[in-house]
């Protein structure tokens, strides 16, 4: 059974990084599945810090754009929003080149929070970075 109330589009998603730092960044959004949701941004300059490594905030919004995102496909979108309550990563390993992938999975969904596990990792698959996200869900005001 998959966890999305609203069934999620690649497609969609991406144009939805247009005119955010997730387009700044090179965000894109590559695989979903019942329980997942998987997004990629480039190691490059736009990511590195000033030592030519990955830089760990660039990390972070990689983790919080794709748990984010797949926050907001598990509500119902006409009583409801999520925001970011809380977001954590260990850096594990440096990365220099190539892609970061992304692979969020929730942990739990409530009323009114949501956390997501974000586990990134490099182009060999070796993992770069853990990262929690917890979400606030929160009523339109009518």
């Known amino acids: 059974m998959s966890l999305w109330r609203t069934q999620p589009n690649l497609e969609a998603l991406n144009a939805n990084q247009k ?3 997730g387009e700044v960044l090179g965000i894109r959004f ?5 329980d997942s949701l998987t997004a990629s941004m480039p190691v490059d300059s736009r990511t590195h810090q000033p030592y030519g ?6 990390s972070v919004v ?9 926050s907001y496909l ?7 929003y999520c925001v970011g309550l809380e977001v954590n990563a260990n850096h594990l ?4 080149s190539g892609r970061v992938t992304a692979v969020a999975k929730a942990v739990h969904i409530g009323r009114s929070t949501h956390v997501w596990e974000i586990r990134l990792h490099g182009d060999d698959g070796k993992p770069s970075c853990i990262s ?11």
């Open 19 to 21: 005119n955010t730092i």
């Open 30 to 34: 590559e695989a979903v599945d019942d």
């Open 53 to 58: 490594l990955l830089h760990g905030g660039a």
């Open 62 to 70: 990689l983790a919080e754009t794709v748990g984010s995102t797949a």
């Open 74 to 80: 598990c509500l119902d979108n006409s009583k409801y």
């Open 93 to 96: 390993r440096g990365l220099r």
């Open 132 to 142: 929690r996200l917890t979400m606030a869900v929160v009523p339109l005001e009518r």
